[in-house]
């Protein structure tokens, strides 16, 4: 690890300010990735921004929507009484996620800014686009087993990586915004605004400016709870990231869905929101055989490497599942 | 059901004599011991995997904070044992132990190329990363299957006619064509890591020019003892290695390693004791691994089930420079009664590294392999697996044509059975479901060779008749102070709490290493000798002192019949005895000491020897994603008597989770385009956590094997994991009806 300098903002103003000034800082949250990235010589920033002691950790509802401050710590969140009651899907992807130990220390804003668990962006003697522009893509002839199958449309992906979080894929089929605080004040971000796909510079992982610190996150108030489930297909029962994963949310009224929200993880380069699916959806009775249909049919788009192509029907199954269970349909 | 080395009903197990200490942190590991004037190594490693280092750019590091020294094969200083450089150099021949730091020739990805040593552990890290090496680089061979052609009879076999890897037949060598019903299959089993939690590490500390001491994570402090007395060439009792206590190894610390050399050398240069600890990833490629290896059955039986013939052929992957053989084929020829078997294992060297044991070494991976096929075999019968197994029962060793010292695998199954519910298990696959999920019962059989090596213990009774048991003995996780503790406590009639058993340390009285569930039958033999020696020292003072009528007033020990409860007693009805502690002080001694050594003897060539088991599995398999969950274990072992039920659970415990973990997640993968592993850290490379892992139910036949040591007892710890993971793959099979023959079995291999 680089010898680094620790500074610690005492205030959000002053944190992006500090940020701007040094423009190769990092802030620093619960730390349950960075550290890794810093340990395996992967992120090498010569200081870190310790933003744990701003006032960021408030978890409250206003208005129409639920506002969960960015230090919010993943575990907290998760058994918050307003996110179990209003937000179950949140709840529920989020306790997928990572370890008790890890959730402990992860927080919200650091959890939509975690970086891809690729191997070939993890060792620094192979080669990855992400980690070093230019040097190629290790996955893309390597093993790609965990990589992803939905691209942005017929271009050529620079990065077959996929986005690690599972929170992150609850969120992009809610409303989400997200506030961050830049050098001209606030702004919101639309979740799926947040992050980029991977056709040009896959070493950007988000929309972020310069400076710009993350300092809540915003979820709209629905009508899915009872009918939403995150499900996660991985390797092993816990603590292990998604092959792909489903957060699936139905509002039903007399026997119809009449709005549906469908967002995968563990397939692209970010957590991938199915619109065309969801519009399929609305207005029919609910049924296997629907969500079938639709599955299937949309999965004609995806795009599979040597050693994920089993992800295409992974993926129409799991989201069959998924659905299944939002439905009640045994 | 009586234990068999419990004294009455109520003599329940022993809990973990160093639990205290290991749950509370005060164990100290290897790399704990707080030396003074420690200073820290790191290892560069390549990354290529074939070629030769042809420059070390070295400045920018060997100038950074808190470093010491930068030292490669350009300037590391002489390992004495070692050959003197060859010129022009030449890559080592078949049989070399890959020597650190000694030519520019590199063997593998992930071989230390140089060394930082640093202050602090994190200047070191920090300077190893500023160190640059650049290659000449060679094309490299580390893909299995594209080179499986090039696989060969070891040399170590064709040198020797005696070796147990020759092949082999019984019966006719083409009977296979003439079975009945016959199946074929291959098996394929990916390269997979010890990665015990506790990292390898080591604290090397020269004491003077010639005397070394190394806390060194190990399971074998003897045999480390020697290795590094010949590399460095001097006196064994020069070197001490200290290795108390140990966070797993599973195999992975029966060898000296090169990082262990390295440190050894990194302390000679600097002068000062060294600390090196593996990061998680150079585990990959520092201490060896269960050797990919591809097998081939065809078995055949009757139409009544009737094994008819057996063809098994196994090829395991080697390193370049080494051979590792492994027992892959070999458990084909002992395990059931055929008449037809033939045999054949084969080599291939590869750019890697060597591999080494890991936990049922060959016969986890070979019986995986002839467990399914037995599965396959039964279900082309229709026949029900256990029944098919048990009509082809060896009542004796068919290999060896030799009676079993004691086999009680019939016990095993019926018990296991039993408890498991087996007879609810349907022929036909993918017939039960429960709650949307498939569900299969699956089974196989275990079994381990048994081994018993000379090994010597001192048992040293106090004055306040307390006794210390000692031997070079190691705990790599079974208990094997509280399994000592208890043998001693038993032979010399002593509460547990009276008795301390030490081990780890070369300076004990000589023991192999912990390895091949030899640690009870070899070690625990020799601590049974030298407290029945004790014992009898004991009776004979007494005695003595009885004669003289000086025991109280009265004669109590005319005949000196056994001891019982720290006092030894005659044969009277109301025989009060004599106190330990009082024959001690009557004759006036501050201790009393017997030392015995325990081999075996010509009982090996007498009977043939084996550990026996079973395993009974449950799986639930969801039919859209694929996902494999074990629900229920019943595991059952025939091991002779139990010396301490509670840590013999736990080992058997601990070898189905490492079954589970076998048959459904470890995969070391490989980039062959770098020749490097890409499943380096712990977020990749996937064993159980608990939510994998479900109640486990383990049962003993608990039967003493009369002739293989004092106790009665042989090693648990091998069978407790070989079979497991047929035995899953058997029940992924009777959920799905899908065989999966390559571990491990993943989701995307079922959907």
């Given at each position: 690890m ?34 890794d ?82 191997s ?62 830049g ?42 709870t ?70 299937e ?23 069959i ?10 | ?24 942190g005060a ?23 074939k ?41 080592a021949?078949v ?75 019984r ?6 064509a ?29 004491e ?30 020069n ?71 057996m ?42 590294n ?26 082309a ?72 090596h000379?090994?010597k ?13 000692q ?28 008795v ?9 009285p ?17 601590v ?8 009898s020292?004991?009776?004979a ?18 005949d ?6 720290g ?32 081999k ?75 020749g ?76």
């Open positions: 680089k010898p680094f300098q620790y500074l610690r903002p005492k205030t959000v103003s002053e944190a992006v300010s500090m940020a701007l000034d040094n423009p190769e800082a990092q802030y620093i949250a619960g730390g349950t990735n960075l550290i990235l810093m340990k395996r010589g992967i992120a090498s920033p010569p200081k870190l921004i310790d933003i744990n002691h701003l006032p960021l950790k408030k978890i409250e509802h206003r208005y129409d929507r639920i506002r969960i401050g960015a230090l919010a710590l993943n575990s907290d969140v998760a058994q918050h009484k307003l996110v179990k009651t209003r937000q179950p899907l949140l709840a529920e992807a989020l306790l997928a996620g990572a370890s008790g130990q890890i959730r402990n220390m992860a927080t919200v804003g650091g959890n939509l800014l975690q970086r891809t668990r690729c070939y962006f993890y060792d620094v003697a192979l080669p990855c686009n992400k980690r070093k522009p230019g040097s190629g893509c290790g996955a893309e002839g390597g093993i790609n087993r965990t990589h992803a199958i939905f691209f942005n449309g017929s271009e050529v992906p620079s990065c077959i990586a996929v986005h690690p979080s599972d929170m992150c894929v609850a969120l992009a089929a809610l409303d989400t915004s997200v506030v961050v605080a050098p001209a004040g606030e702004r919101r971000i639309l979740f799926k605004d947040l992050h980029r796909l991977s056709t040009k510079e896959p070493e950007m992982d988000t929309t972020l400016n310069p400076g710009e610190l993350i300092t809540s996150i915003e979820v709209l108030d629905n009508a899915f009872g009918h939403s489930h995150y499900l996660k297909v991985r390797d092993r029962a816990s603590y292990a990231f998604a092959l792909v994963s489903v957060a699936a949310a139905l509002q039903m009224d007399g026997g119809k869905i009449w709005d549906a929200r469908l967002a995968l993880g563990g397939v692209a380069h970010k957590p991938w929101r199915y619109w065309a699916i969801e519009l399929m959806l609305r207005g029919q009775p609910p049924s296997e055989k629907l969500f079938r249909e639709v599955a049919h949309e999965l004609q788009s995806a795009r599979a490497g040597e050693h994920n192509a089993y992800k295409i029907k992974l993926t129409a199954n799991a989201m599942a998924a659905l299944k269970i939002a439905a009640g349909i045994s | 059901m009586k234990r068999q080395f419990a004294d009455n009903e109520l003599d329940t197990s022993l809990s973990r004599v160093d639990g205290n200490e290991k749950v509370s164990a100290t590991y290897s790399a704990e011991y707080a030396v003074p004037g420690l200073v820290h190594a790191v290892l560069v490693t390549s990354n290529i995997a070629g030769s280092i042809t420059a070390i750019e070295s400045r920018e590091a060997e100038t950074a904070p808190g470093v010491l020294a930068v030292i490669s094969h350009l300037n590391a200083p002489a390992v004495p044992g070692w050959p003197a450089l060859k010129q022009p150099a030449e890559r021949p049989g070399t132990a890959f020597r650190v730091f000694y030519d520019a020739f590199i063997y593998f990805d992930g071989q230390p190329v140089a060394m930082v040593v640093a202050d602090t552990q994190e200047r070191a890290i920090h300077a190893a990363a500023l160190v640059r090496v650049t290659y000449q680089q060679e094309t490299h061979q580390t893909h299995f299957e594209r080179n499986v052609k090039s696989a060969g009879i070891p040399q170590n076999v064709q040198r020797s006619k005696n070796s147990p890897f020759q092949d082999y037949g019966g006719d060598a083409d009977a296979i003439e079975a009945e019903v016959r199946i074929e299959a291959e098996y394929t089993i990916p390269t997979q890591h010890h990665q015990p939690l506790e990292p390898h590490a080591i604290i090397a500390v020269w003077a020019n010639d005397k070394l001491t190394v806390y060194d994570k190990n399971q074998g402090v003897k045999s480390a003892q020697g290795q590094l007395a010949q590399a460095f060439k001097l006196p064994r009792d070197v001490q290695v200290v290795s108390k206590y140990i966070g797993g190894a599973f195999g992975s610390g029966i060898r000296v390693w090169p990082h262990t050399i390295a440190a050894v050398m990194a302390a000679k240069q600097v002068k000062r004791p060294v600390k090196l600890v593996l990061g998680r990833d150079q585990m990959f490629t520092s201490v060896g691994y269960r050797p990919y290896t591809a097998q081939k059955l065809r078995i055949g039986a009757s139409k009544d089930g009737r094994l008819h013939a063809v098994h052929e196994g090829t395991g992957q080697t390193s370049m420079y080494e051979e590792h053989l492994e027992r892959t084929v070999l458990a084909t020829r002992a395990m059931y009664t055929c008449p037809n078997v033939s045999t054949r294992y084969r080599l291939l060297p590869l750019d890697v060597t591999p080494t044991w890991m936990r049922g070494p060959g016969d986890a991976t070979g019986m995986f392999a002839l467990e399914s096929a037995m599965d396959e075999l039964a279900f019968l229709k026949m029900d697996p256990l029944e098919f197994r048990l009509k082809n029962y060896a009542e004796t060793d068919p290999e060896r044509n030799l009676p079993w010292s004691a086999k009680s695998l019939r016990e095993c199954y019926k018990l296991g059975a039993e408890k498991f519910g087996w007879e609810n298990r349907q022929i036909e696959p993918a017939s039960i479901r429960r709650k949307g999920m498939l569900v299969g019962y699956g089974m196989a059989s275990s079994l381990y060779g048994f081994h018993r000379p090994s213990a001192r048992a040293v009774m106090r004055a306040d008749g307390s006794v210390t048991v031997s070079a003995t190691m705990d790599i996780g079974p208990g094997t102070g509280t399994a000592m503790t208890r043998i001693a406590a038993k032979v010399l009639g002593l509460n547990a709490k009276k301390k058993f030490e081990l780890g340390h070369s300076n004990l000589d023991a192999p290493g912990q390895n091949g569930s030899a640690t009870i039958p070899s070690v625990g033999s020799a049974h000798v030298a407290c029945e020696a004790l014992k020292k004991l009776i003072l007494a005695v003595k002192m009885s004669e003289a009528g000086k025991s109280g007033g009265q004669v109590v020990v005319t000196g019949q056994g001891v019982r409860n006092r030894v007693f005659g044969s009277g009805a109301d025989d009060e005895g004599v106190s330990f502690a009082d024959i001690l002080k009557y004759h006036k001694l501050n201790e009393l000491e017997a030392t015995e050594e325990s075996p003897g010509p009982e090996r060539d007498q009977y043939s020897m084996f550990s026996f088991g079973c395993h009974f599995v449950e799986v639930h398999v969801n039919p859209l994603t694929g996902e494999v969950r074990v629900v229920r274990v019943v595991t059952c072992a025939d091991v002779g008597a139990i010396i301490n039920y509670k840590t013999a659970r736990s080992q058997s415990i601990g070898g189905v989770v490492g079954g589970i973990g076998m048959a459904l997640m470890e995969h070391s993968e490989m980039d062959h385009r770098f490097r592993y890409v499943t380096t850290d712990f977020a990749s490379y996937h064993i159980p956590v608990h939510a994998d892992i479900p109640p486990i139910e383990v049962y003993y036949v608990d039967k003493p094997d009369v002739h293989v040591n004092p106790m009665g007892s042989k090693g648990l710890g091998e069978i407790a994991i070989v079979g497991v993971a047929g035995a899953v793959a058997n029940a992924v099979f009777n959920a799905t009806g899908k065989r999966i023959r390559t571990l491990p079995i993943t989701p995307d291999k079922l959907i």
